[in-house]
């Protein structure tokens, strides 16, 4: 089966832009997650989506969206990005909630 | 919610030694306990992982050992190779909330 992908893999923005991410789950996986990660910070949970559904929401600010579409596919929007935003953003799929995630490669984000 | 600590936050071994990385959660609700390697610049990737219902875990260099009473879990690794080097994160998760990752442990093996 073919991995997570995320798309795209690089993006450079400035500040008050919005941008959005997208996931692709291993094919049957439903559940996706998506995470913060920062050389500070580790690795931060943003949100959950299982069939469609926002499951859980980490402790991040409303500029922070997200949504699962009917083939599980997954997206996030960050709006009015600030320098703070730059993080590699991952995203991680699994079968169902209780299942072991697998990750994506990540979409390095920069904003100047 | 959910709290996962994890020492050291670096480590350094001589090649052929042994690695223990510990990670202590604070919810004895959680249940479900995996270990992530990511090298860098790749994605993190699953290497091991338990269930509360286990207390011990083998993957041939790779152990995970579960003491549930006091809410702690270890990962070991023997005979460490250079390959070994990487980021290695713990993390807990239990049923209705979402997965919580340790801080990551830098392990780097010396040739």
């Known amino acids: 089966k073919a991995g997570v992908t995320q798309t795209p893999r690089y993006l450079i923005k400035t500040r008050g832009q919005q941008v959005t991410l997208s996931c692709s789950p291993i094919?049957?996986?439903?559940?996706v997650s998506w995470y913060q990660q920062t050389p500070g910070q580790g690795l931060q949970f943003l949100f959950e989506y299982f069939s469609e559904t926002q499951r859980n929401k980490g402790n991040f600010p409303g500029r922070f969206s997200g949504r699962q579409f009917s083939n599980s596919r997954s997206e996030m929007n960050v709006s009015t990005l600030e320098l703070g935003d730059s993080a590699l953003y991952l995203c991680a799929s699994s079968l169902a909630p209780t299942d072991t995630q697998y990750f994506g490669p990540g979409t390095r984000l920069t904003v100047l | 919610g959910e709290n996962v600590e994890q020492h050291p936050s670096t480590l350094s071994v001589q090649e052929g030694d042994s690695a223990v990385i510990k990670c202590t959660y604070s919810?004895?609700?959680?249940?479900?306990f995996p270990w992530y390697k990511q090298e860098l610049g790749k994605r993190p990737q699953l290497i091991i992982d338990i269930r509360s219902n286990v207390g011990e875990k083998k993957d041939q260099r790779i152990a995970v050992t579960l003491n549930k009473t006091a809410k702690h879990f270890s990962l070991h690794i023997t005979e460490t190779q250079p390959e070994d080097s990487a980021v290695y994160f713990c993390?807990?998760?239990?049923?209705?909330?979402?997965?919580?990752f340790g801080p990551g442990t830098r392990l780097s093996v010396l040739p």
């Open positions: 919810d004895s609700a959680s249940n479900y």
């Open positions: 094919s049957g996986h439903r559940s």
């Open positions: 993390a807990a998760w239990d049923y209705g909330q979402n997965f919580v």
